[in-house]
């Protein structure tokens, strides 16, 4: 909700100012349609030229994420670590072979089932199960495991970072695509070269809108969508690469607790759980 209480604070001062300053409203408003369609048009056309269908299909979802923020919370991150600590628990009392059960049938798993968020998120499930049984087939060198980890990872961070790239390319353009509108507006003053100066003076005005209109967008509205969009997507990036941290930390010989512990100390500030929370969560599990 920051982010459209933030543009309509924007809006309200750029728009707001103008008026209370005896700004003349009406070539604006006037004006404002004709300059959007030719500077959206043409921006949302050159964005489509260079994207996939892939790359289209998750706009609505990057916006949205704009809009709602991460994805995971304080208590998304705490579960994620008790779900991480029984695999690990599971694997150093019973060997690495009493995963298969769980990895092979996910939605079947009692240790799973304890989480329904995380085992309904496709991504995170898939991260688990897919590494669990690379560990369960023998893959015991941390070093190596981290590595292919770190690739998947920033291999997925730079995919779901496309969106942000796309709409910062988008935002650089813009200001040039509202010279090209303005430029029309002029060339159709020029036609008009004959007529009383305040229609002309109407006319001049009308055409800078089009500048008016390219710089706000891209500065004012695109390029903060594409920040927000990369630093929900870069914050959500921490819980995958908790998985990673505690998988390493285990097979690098600690124990579960330790492991949970230093993976709990890649998470975000504002977002990780206390030692306490943790501890006291984990104490619930080995009771249970």
């Known amino acids: 909700m920051l982010v459209i209480g933030g543009l309509v604070f924007m809006l309200l001062c750029v728009f707001g100012s103008f008026a209370a300053s005896g700004g003349a409203i009406v070539p604006l408003v006037k004006s404002m349609p004709f300059e959007l369609l030719t500077i959206m048009g043409a921006g949302i056309g050159t964005f489509v030229m260079a994207s996939s269908i892939g790359d289209l299909k998750h706009v609505p979802g990057a916006l949205g994420k704009a809009v709602k923020g991460p994805k995971f919370g304080r208590q998304d991150y705490l579960e994620l670590l008790c779900l991480l600590f029984s695999f690990t628990r599971l694997a150093q009392s019973h060997g690495v072979m ?13 240790i799973f089932g304890k989480y329904p968020k ?42 779901d970072c496309h969106v942000a790239h796309s709409l910062q390319t988008l935002a650089d353009a813009l200001p040039a695509l509202g010279i090209v509108a303005a430029v029309l507006g002029v060339i159709k003053t020029m036609g008009s070269i004959s007529k009383p100066p305040e229609v002309l003076g109407e006319m001049i005005a009308g ?22 969009i ?30 949970v512990e230093i993976g709990r100390k890649d998470i975000p500030g504002e977002l990780m759980p206390s030692f306490e929370e943790v501890d006291t969560a984990l104490n619930e599990l080995a009771v249970g």
């Open 118 to 159: 995380i085992r309904d998120n496709q991504r995170v499930r898939r991260l688990i199960c897919d590494y669990l049984r690379m560990i369960s087939m023998n893959m015991d060198d941390p070093f190596q495991l981290d590595e292919v980890m770190s690739r998947e990872l920033a291999k997925n961070l730079k995919e």
């Open 207 to 228: 055409a800078l809108v089009g500048t008016f209109l390219g710089v706000l967008l891209a500065y004012g509205i695109v390029g903060p969508l594409s920040s927000r």
């Open 98 to 110: 009493a995963l298969e059960q769980h990895i092979e049938t996910p939605m079947e798993s009692t």
């Open 230 to 259: 990369r630093s929900v997507v870069e914050e959500d990036a921490h819980y995958y690469d908790l998985i990673r941290a505690v998988f390493v930390a285990f097979l690098q010989g600690n124990a579960p607790q330790v492991s």
